[in-house]
């Protein structure tokens, strides 16, 4: 059983930047690769960025590229989404995802994927 809790969500201005960490359970946690989703009212849980067991390989979604960076500390069983010139379009609640899966390469996009969650952070970007 793995339990993740994430924190770091907040309210800011359209351009600014937050940081959300995510800690898990367990030493097992480089056995697990993660993956950040969000996901607005309304609208379905979609993926935002993934990071490998070694923290080798991330992806993203297109429309976070460029802004967003997932890094893990696996000394720490830590693993963050710094979120750099935030848009209104980025309000929603974000969560942390675990999968015991190797997502190297072709990567793992699917909430499907993941069989840990943590409880979400609000996220609100105002214009």
């Known amino acids: 059983q793995v339990q993740l809790v994430e924190s770091g969500g907040g309210l800011v201005q359209a351009g600014d930047s937050l940081r959300l960490s995510c800690a898990t359970s367990?030493?097992?946690?480089?056995?697990?690769?993660m993956g950040w989703f969000r996901q607005a009212p309304g609208l379905e849980r979609e993926f935002v960025a993934g990071i490998s067991r070694t923290g080798g390989n991330t992806y993203y979604a297109a429309s976070v590229k460029g802004r967003f960076t997932i890094s893990r500390d696996n000394a720490k069983n830590t693993v963050y989404l710094q979120m750099n010139s935030l848009k209104p379009g980025d309000t929603a609640v974000y969560y942390c995802?675990?999968?015991?899966?190797?997502?190297?390469?072709?990567?793992?996009?699917?909430?499907?994927?993941?069989?840990?969650w943590g409880q979400g952070t609000q996220v609100t970007v105002s214009s």
């Open positions: 367990g030493r097992t946690f480089s056995s697990y690769s």
């Open positions: 995802a675990a999968a015991p899966l190797y997502c190297a390469g072709i990567g793992c996009y699917s909430a499907g994927q993941y069989d840990y």
